[in-house]
């Protein structure tokens, strides 16, 4: 299993690898696995279903994560929110040449 | 008595910088250390496009590892991708890297709402809090089909046309149709080639 992390100006980065049927490297995994969820990220299990559908799984704690998965990939937790319109980004610089 | 003064003073002298010196020394070692930090920072920050382009061709990679085959031609003939909603066919998703997502009614056509959200990382690596553009469509991705309804009620609901131009939706929605018929035709080749 392989822990990847979404990184800005870089990719998925490998944060942790190892066989959770080895004691040793699974406790690695975990504790990879709760630093990355403390530090306030998502963790997801992508997989194939019988029909060849891809999908994910959101999870929250390494119990949930199945083990025959290959990965689990982490990213930033959704934030809401958008840069301002760009026509009101236009009225706000008018405004202000005004 | 003056020798006496001299050698107090001497003496004092002696023990205060004994005193102060561990603390000068851990005090030199922390400068260095925050300025070899702030330069290796400065580094890091400073725009590099080989970087964000090896970036951007990972985060491809690793989108192409996850979702299907045809989301994955899709998002890199079309720059988007459509992800149909977790209740059936009735309503789906167009999914920009960094613009809001869009639902929409695949049968008619029609613009619902658009969902703003974002993923942004606060820690800044290479000064920036932007994932590479694919790795942004895969976090969407993942989020829509780990947990819809999560995500929709994280994300700021606005309605269509607030950031994204809805004839340049319209547009996108009839390259994708015309896309689909080209690719249904190119499998229908490939299939009766290969009988």
């Known amino acids: ?98 | 008595m003056g020798l006496a003064l001299g050698t107090a003073a001497v003496v004092l002298v002696v023990l205060v910088w004994e005193l102060l010196r561990p603390r000068l020394i851990s005090a030199i070692a922390q400068l260095r250390a925050r300025r070899e930090l702030a330069a290796r920072r400065r580094d890091e920050v400073r725009f590099d496009p080989g970087r964000e382009l090896r970036a951007e061709q990972r985060a491809r990679r690793l989108l192409h590892s996850c979702v299907s085959q045809e989301e994955w031609e899709m998002y890199r003939d079309l720059g988007f991708m459509r992800v149909w909603g977790a209740r059936g066919e009735d309503y789906a998703y167009l999914l920009y890297p960094h613009r809001p997502i869009l639902a929409y009614v695949p049968q008619t056509g029609e613009l619902l709402s658009e969902y703003c959200v974002a993923f942004p990382d606060e820690t800044l690596p290479y000064g920036s809090h932007r994932l590479p553009d694919a790795d942004d469509v895969l976090a969407k991705w993942i989020a829509l089909r780990g947990d819809e309804r999560g995500l929709i009620a994280q994300a700021n609901m606005h309605l269509p046309g607030r950031q994204v131009d809805p004839d340049q939706v319209r547009r996108d929605l009839a390259r994708l149709s015309r896309w689909e018929r080209a690719r249904s035709a190119r499998l229908r080749a490939a299939i009766v080639r290969a009988a």
């Open chain 1, 1 to 98: 299993m392989r822990l990847l992390r979404l990184k800005p100006g870089h990719g998925e980065i490998v944060l942790a690898e190892g066989d959770v049927e080895v004691a040793e490297e699974e406790q690695l995994l975990i504790e990879a696995f709760r630093r990355e969820l403390d530090a306030g990220m998502w963790a997801a299990v992508p997989s194939e279903s019988g029909d060849g559908r891809r999908t994910a799984e959101l999870v929250k704690q390494f119990a949930d994560v199945p083990r025959d998965a290959e990965r689990v990939i982490f990213f930033p937790r959704a934030a809401g929110g958008c840069a301002p319109p760009a026509n009101l980004l236009a009225d706000l610089r008018s405004a202000v040449a005004l």
